[in-house]
C-alpha cells in the first residue's frame, strides 16, 4: 500500500517483518523511534505509520523475551521500556501522525493507534486485546487505551480478549475513519493531502499547544490558548497566515 501523492514532506515509517505478522519487539521499537527523530526536520510535514504494511500490527513481540532473565525483574523492566520509549516518541512527534491500518492491530498496535493524532483503517480491519487469552493481562496496554477510550469500553476489551471490527473501534474512538475496502490508499492520501494544505509551521505549533496543555487545569489551559493566539495575530500578516 502506497501514499499515492506528489506532496513532499510525507515521513514514512513502518516496520514490516512477516514472520511476526508485523509484531515490535526491543529493537524494531529502537529502529522506528530513530526514523520518527527524522520528523525533527522542518521540511516534514506528517509522518505517516504503516502506510505500506498489512496488518498493521499483530502485537508486542515476545519471543524477545527468551533472551532475557526472567528471573530478574530490572531486566524485564528494561525490556519493555524500548515499548513505553517507542509511545513517547509518537505522542511527542512535532507533525500530525497518522496511523493506516490494514488487517490487525492487536495489543500493542493498538496502544500506537492510542498515540497517533488521525487513524484511518480499512473497513475489514479488526481490533483487540488478545493477552488475556494468552494466559496474561494487557498490563502494559490498558493505561494507554484509558486515555483513548471509554474506561468501560477498555474493560470490555481487557477482561473478553475478543477482536472487534472497525466500527465498534470507531464508536470507541480509536479509529477516526473508515476507509470503503480496498480504497484504504486513496483515503490515506486524502487525508495526508488535506494536512500539508496547512502551513508546516502551524501545524508545528498546534501539535506543540497540545502536548503543553494536556496537564494543564482549564483555566491555565485557556490563559495558555489566549496567549498564543495573541503570539500569533500580533506577528507582521499573522492574521493572514
Avoid at 527523530?37 to 506528517?46: C, G, K, M, N, T
Avoid at 517507542?86 to 493506516?100: G, I, Q, S, W
Avoid at 506543540?208 to 483555566?219: D, I, K, N, S, T
Amino acid at each position: 500500500m502506497s501514499v499515492h501523492t506528489a506532496l513532499e514532506g510525507v515521513l514514512s515509517v513502518g516496520w514490516a517483518d512477516e514472520a511476526s505478522r508485523n509484531a515490535v519487539g526491543s529493537e524494531s521499537a529502537r529502529r522506528i523511534v530513530d526514523r520518527l527523530a527524522l520528523a525533527e526536520d522542518p521540511q516534514v510535514r506528517v509522518v505517516v505509520l504503516a502506510g505500506e504494511q498489512s496488518p498493521f500490527c499483530s502485537g508486542w513481540d515476545l519471543r524477545d523475551l527468551a533472551g532475557l532473565d526472567v528471573s530478574d525483574p530490572d531486566d524485564v523492566t528494561r525490556y519493555f521500556e524500548a515499548g513505553r520509549e517507542l509511545l513517547r516518541a509518537v505522542e511527542a512527534c512535532p507533525v500530525p501522525v497518522v496511523a493506516a491500518v490494514s488487517g490487525v492491530a492487536l495489543g500493542f498496535g493498538c496502544s500506537l493507534l492510542a498515540h497517533a493524532d488521525l487513524v484511518v483503517a480499512d473497513a475489514d480491519a479488526q481490533f483487540g486485546l488478545p493477552e488475556v487469552r494468552r494466559g496474561f493481562a494487557p498490563a502494559t496496554v490498558m493505561p494507554e487505551l484509558l486515555e483513548a477510550m471509554d474506561a468501560r469500553e477498555v474493560r470490555a476489551w481487557a477482561l473478553t480478549g475478543a477482536r472487534h471490527d472497525v466500527h465498534r473501534a470507531g464508536a470507541a474512538g480509536l479509529v477516526h475513519r473508515i476507509a470503503p475496502s480496498g480504497t484504504l490508499p486513496a483515503v490515506l492520501t486524502d487525508i495526508v493531502e488535506g494536512l500539508a494544505e496547512a502551513e508546516p509551521a502551524v501545524l508545528r505549533t498546534t501539535k506543540a499547544l497540545l502536548h503543553e496543555q494536556r496537564a494543564m487545569p482549564l483555566p491555565q489551559r485557556r490563559a495558555r490558548g489566549v496567549a498564543a493566539a495573541v503570539d500569533h495575530f500580533c506577528r507582521p500578516n499573522g492574521a493572514t497566515r
